[in-house]
């Protein structure tokens, strides 16, 4: 299949689009490179050792998207450009709706008028709200989210429900992921946040690195095995075999849309992966206990039985594989891709 990576030069996009031309599909990109760096477009072509079509636009741009899908032949789009920053939404919430709305509209359109009708779409565990039991199951209902980031996924989530029930050509997946961490086994490709790191496995990382001095661990007073908050952390390898497994799910699928969730099903807590990732590099992470971040939830993890047996994919990769992956990725390229750049002279 030709397939279109939207946010293709991103993290979750770039490991996935190895995976796709693993699998044997070819692959277009599109990116406004708004959170992404060109040279990752060098590591993946070396990676894949192919050529890979990259259209630099805002995907919020109608005429733009349409003209990519009229110069293409796409037969399915895997939908991950997006802004993704939990605190930065709040504080710019229109630019977070129009980006992450908008982008998603101008694709649909332009998918439907090429006769394009598969897409799997990045949504979030942040879904499931405040209330959900744990392990969080597809099927749960009210959707809910508690900053406006999550509100684009849940919103997004109600747009495509809506597209497919009346329109029951589409085959949409819509996978929830639980806390994508680690990077391509190769050192080549990783997260690469731009400043201070938002989440904890790149902060970790930054701190193991001497990139910052100390962790601050946000909360010890959790009712969890050891105080601290507990996620279910998932590779990034794992994450992206779990969009190939949907695509081929898809193609043979009945049903107009299905919602996954790619998660372990294990919860880890704060102080386990700082003890992996002390394992993984070797170093001592210094890090003091302060007062709970507003929002944060004592403990989640996804329930991936329906993932397991509908797309006959399982994760694989343990919170050790997770930090040995994360710290090659970071000490190799403590800059990130910067260190990819040329020298000024
Ligand atoms: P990322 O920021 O690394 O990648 C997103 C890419 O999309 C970036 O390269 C950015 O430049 C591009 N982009 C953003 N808006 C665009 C637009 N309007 N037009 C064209 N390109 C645009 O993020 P990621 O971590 O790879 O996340 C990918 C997707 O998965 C996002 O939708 C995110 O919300 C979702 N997600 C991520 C996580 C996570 O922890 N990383 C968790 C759950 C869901
Ligand atoms: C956050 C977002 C979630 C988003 C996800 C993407 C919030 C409230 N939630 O999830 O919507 O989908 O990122 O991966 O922002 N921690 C520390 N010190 C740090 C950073 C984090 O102790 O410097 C703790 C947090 O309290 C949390 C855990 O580490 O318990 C994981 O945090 P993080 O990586 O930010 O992910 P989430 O909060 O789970």
């Not at 599909?25 to 192919?50: C, M, Q, S, W, Y």
């Not at 129009?98 to 998918?111: C, K, V």
């Not at 190939?244 to 107009?256: D, F, H, K, Q």
């Not at 210094?286 to 991936?304: E, F, M, S, T």
């Amino acid at each position: 299949m030709r397939v279109l990576v939207s946010g293709g030069a991103g993290y979750i996009g770039s490991h996935t689009v190895v995976r796709l031309v693993a699998a044997g599909h070819d692959v277009v990109v599109v990116d406004n490179f708004g959170n992404a760096k060109p040279a990752v477009i060098d590591r993946l072509e070396a990676l894949t050792e192919t050529n890979i079509p990259v259209h630099a636009f805002d995907l919020t741009d109608k005429d733009k998207t349409e003209h990519l899908f009229a110069s293409e032949q796409i037969d399915a789009v895997i939908h991950f450009a997006g802004l993704k920053a939990v605190g930065e939404s709040v504080q710019i919430p229109l630019d977070y709706y129009q980006n992450n709305l908008e982008s998603t509209f101008s694709l649909l359109r332009a998918m439907r008028r090429h006769g394009c009708s598969s897409l799997v779409f990045s949504s979030s565990a942040t879904v499931y709200g405040d209330n959900a039991p744990v392990p969080y199951q597809e099927d749960y209902e009210p959707l809910s989210a508690a900053s406006p980031y999550g509100r684009t996924k849940v919103m997004i989530e109600h747009v495509l429900r809506d597209v497919a029930h009346i329109d029951p050509v589409w085959r949409i997946a819509v996978l929830r992921y639980f806390n994508p961490v680690g990077a391509h086994p190769s050192g080549t490709i990783g997260e690469d946040p731009q400043g201070i790191p938002n989440n904890l496995m790149p902060f970790i990382a930054q701190v193991a690195v001497g990139k910052r001095d100390r962790l601050q661990v946000f909360g010890a007073d959790y009712p969890t095995t050891d105080g601290t908050c507990e996620r279910d952390y998932i590779h990034v390898e794992d994450l992206a075999a779990g969009h190939v497994a949907a695509l081929n799910r898809i193609a043979m699928s009945n049903s107009p849309i299905r919602t996954w969730n790619l998660g372990t099903g294990t919860g880890t807590s704060v102080l386990e992966v700082i003890h992996a990732f002390e394992r993984a590099s070797g170093r001592t992470i210094p890090y003091d206990v302060v007062a709970r971040r507003a929002g944060d939830l004592p403990a989640y993890w996804a329930d991936p039985a329906r993932a397991n047996e509908e797309l006959g994919w399982r994760a694989t990769h343990t919170i050790d594989d997770m930090c040995a992956d994360t710290w090659r990725w970071q000490s190799e390229n403590p800059h990130g891709y910067e260190d990819a750049a040329p020298p000024d002279e």
